[in-house]
């Protein structure tokens, strides 16, 4: 291996954290090959609000209908949204390993079954959680603007993980070392593809605005929409970006002379 260093992205921290399986397995090992892996707190922002959000909607759509067919049709009605419906189907997987083996029930099989997938989905939302930190050797970077508090049990037995973002009243606190590198500002926007998907058309905004109008506030949406190009951007230059979307992330990282690697 050249490097010995990983920088690690969202998708490796989703993997090993709230998944099962082969993908699951490959992140593990891949995460073992290297003397140091560093995580920034970026991830940990993005994992929280992406996937792990997914699974506390599901884990609340539980608590309030009791129900594991009703929230399965909830389920199979997110057609337009694929990403959190195959996350959620993810998550099912996951919490079915985590299930009691006791019979159910067959007076109410509905309502015990939603209280056991409950109950699992709840000890992974916890687990991953106090997990985080430990996925590598190091958390790196941590966001002055970004409060990372964990879940909350509310009342009616739902999980609040509020605030997801960062705070609105201040500018993105890594916009001051982005600006310092115009150029490479610049690189990675060339380097993302006119491809007419909204995360791109958005990335490219956000790194132009960074480039073009220093004086124009950077905020939380703007540092949400760089997503992957912060890896790319702050990657240590002997490290290597660990990522399960080479798709993405290789362009952005050669447009810097660096690499990314999958699993």
Known sequence: ???????????????????????????????????????????????????????????????????????????????????????????????ALHLPSATISPSSPDEELADRFRLAYKTIILQSWDSRRSVTSATVMDL????????????????????????????????????????????LRDSIPASGRPEDSKRREALKKLAIHPTAVFDRKDCQALGDAYFAFFAPRDAEILTTNLKDHAPLAQSLEKIAVSP
């Not at 954290?17 to 707190?41: C, E, N, W």
Request: net charge positive.
């Open 1 to 95: 291996m050249a490097n010995d260093t990983a920088f690690v992205d969202t998708t490796i921290l989703a993997e090993v954290l709230l998944k099962t399986g082969p993908s699951h397995d490959a992140a593990i090992r891949a995460l073992g090959r290297y003397r140091k892996t560093l995580l920034p707190v970026y991830a940990i922002k993005e994992w929280k609000r992406g996937q792990l959000a997914t699974y506390v909607l599901v884990f609340n759509q539980l608590t309030r209908t009791r129900s594991f067919s009703q929230t399965n049709i909830w389920l199979s009605r997110l057609y337009r949204r694929p990403r959190l419906q195959s996350t959620s189907r993810e998550g099912e997987a996951l919490a």
């Open 144 to 187: 002055e603007c970004y409060i990372e508090s964990g879940p909350k049990e509310l009342p009616d037995g739902q999980l609040d993980i509020h605030p997801r973002d960062c705070r609105r009243d201040r500018e993105c606190c890594l916009a001051h070392l982005l600006r310092k590198d115009t150029i490479a500002l610049m690189k």
